[in-house]
């Protein structure tokens, strides 16, 4: 992301379009980016060109370019799926635009937990939630659930590898480092970078 200095207030690229959302502290949106109805938690960003929409995004997540998160869903169950039948008022002033429609586009939220990486280009499909600590790799389309600490890529998305074994991921969970207050992430920041998991692990448990 950019090498700007983030802080308690959200930094916005000024061609981001943001609605209805709400941002965390030391996030960081990139430019042409849009985010509808959204929770961009603490210390997360979304680099240049994304678009996402009804979703949950957690803390310390890191979102690459040209990431499409929950795209509109399309009434295929009517006679014509077109943007006509729910966007009325676009080619008819005086007709109503189908709201039902969009509440059940909004019943099918993305939720991203905490510490994730999503790769360039990836899209992920309405309804899916997306475990903490999984990554996702370069242009995969995400079609399922991701497990907490799995890292996964392809068009459907597979399963890789685990970052991490279960109870490792699971004593990461407990910790639950992403809540910490900001100067005991500093505080940690050495840690953070040399230690092993299980060192760190072991060192902050039984803090």
């Known amino acids: 992301m950019s090498t700007k200095q983030l802080g308690e207030t959200p930094v916005v690229a000024p061609s981001a379009t943001i609605r209805d959302c709400r941002l965390g502290r030391y996030t960081e949106v990139g430019a042409r980016t849009s985010l509808t109805e959204t929770v961009l938690d603490d210390y997360s960003y979304i680099v240049h060109d994304g678009e996402v929409m009804d979703t949950t995004i957690g803390k310390f997540c890191s979102i690459a370019s040209h990431v499409r998160i929950n795209p509109g869903n ?7 799926q077109a943007h006509f039948t729910y966007r009325a008022r676009q080619y008819w002033p005086e ?16 939720v991203i937990g905490h510490d994730v990486w999503i790769g360039h280009g990836v899209v992920i499909l309405p309804s899916r939630t ?3 600590g999984a990554v996702i790799g370069a242009g995969s389309i995400v079609t399922r659930d991701v497990e907490p600490y799995t890292i ?22 407990v910790l639950a480092w992403w809540d910490w207050d900001h100067e005991r992430l500093r505080r ?3 840690d953070f ?15």
């Open 74 to 80: 399309h009434p295929m169950h009517r006679a014509s």
């Open 95 to 110: 007709e109503e635009d189908d709201e039902a429609f969009f509440a059940w586009r909004r019943s099918h939220p993305v």
């Open 130 to 132: 997306i475990g903490t």
């Open 152 to 173: 996964v890529a392809g068009n459907p998305a597979r399963v890789i590898r685990r970052r991490f074994d279960e109870k490792t991921a699971e004593r990461l969970q």
């Open 188 to 190: 940690a920041l050495p």
């Open 193 to 207: 970078r040399n230690l092993s998991v299980e060192e760190f692990l072991k060192r902050y448990e039984a803090a």
